[in-house]
């Protein structure tokens, strides 16, 4: 048995075999288009110009729309920040380093989640104690390390999460709203998620993944009839198909009728 210190947490293990893949089959084809899901792998075909100029456009229209629609939140636009701050660095990550992990929604939306539960729950607790500055530069210290250890083991790593998780704490516009950081932060991801599907998927892919690039449970519509799905396709971790006594494919694998006929021939030949 291997010592604490070189054991491994891997949060996919528990959780991914509950959660369903994406239902693309069931979609229709445009529509999860926009959602970044490919029938065939293409090459990129556009150079830098174009992508740095979606890039501009993204960035410009995602914050804009968020500090307009936040600011007709009657509590933001008296109290609260109109946008907050660790957004501008969010915007870059989703439009022009978008294929980076960090910036896929998983990363991106569990971390807010994460960074703003967090910071407004450490600003509260210290608010408590003192209402001095240096307990405020030590509570914001503490959350953006407890934020980014809890991304860390989540698998939802996301740099701009860590900011956010910071002014929580250290900016009194921030401080002053409190829990109602938290779907002001939501509301943000939702925005400016909602504007990179409509952009990024115009000359690219995005997102690469919605949860995982890993394999996930498949939904019961997905199960293929004739092939003997249901445990092994569980078992098969690889991105091998196995023709044997019984046909074994990988959940991330999707055949069409014709496909499954051919391996099913195949398989009665052997």
């Not at 075999?17 to 084809?29: L, N, S």
């Not at 892919?205 to 919605?210: D, G, K, Q, S, V």
Request: with cysteine.
């Amino acid at each position: 048995m291997a010592p604490f210190w070189q054991y491994n947490f891997d949060i996919d293990r528990y959780i991914n075999r509950f959660v369903p893949a994406p239902p693309w089959q069931f979609t229709p084809y445009p529509v999860a288009y926009i959602f970044g899901h490919r029938k065939y792998p293409s090459e990129p075909a556009f150079g830098n110009l174009i992508l740095t100029a979606r890039a501009l456009l993204g960035v410009f229209v995602s914050i804009l729309l968020i500090q307009v629609i936040s600011h007709q939140i009657p509590w933001v636009a008296e109290d609260g920040p109109r946008i907050i701050g660790s957004f501008g660095a969010a915007a870059v990550l989703e439009f022009y380093a978008f294929e980076s992990p960090f910036a896929q929604p998983r990363n991106f939306l569990v971390s807010q989640i994460i960074a703003t539960v967090v910071g407004v729950s450490v600003c509260k607790l210290f608010q408590l104690h003192s209402d001095e500055e240096w307990i405020r530069w030590l509570g914001g210290a503490l959350a953006c390390a407890a934020t980014t250890s809890l991304m860390g083991l989540t698998k939802t790593v996301h740099p701009p999460a860590g900011a956010t998780a910071l002014l929580a704490v250290v900016d009194d516009k921030a401080a002053q709203v409190g829990w109602k950081l938290i779907p002001l932060a939501l509301l943000s991801c939702s925005i400016m998620l909602v504007v990179a599907l409509l952009l990024n998927n115009i000359f690219s892919r995005f997102p690469l993944y919605w949860w995982t690039a890993a394999e996930l449970r498949p939904t019961l519509k997905e199960q293929p009839s004739g092939l003997s799905l249901d445990e092994e396709k569980g078992k098969s971790q690889g991105f091998e198909i196995l023709i044997g006594d019984k046909i074994v494919v990988p959940g991330h694998i999707q055949l069409s009728a014709e496909e499954r006929l051919l391996l099913e021939q195949l398989s009665s030949r052997l």
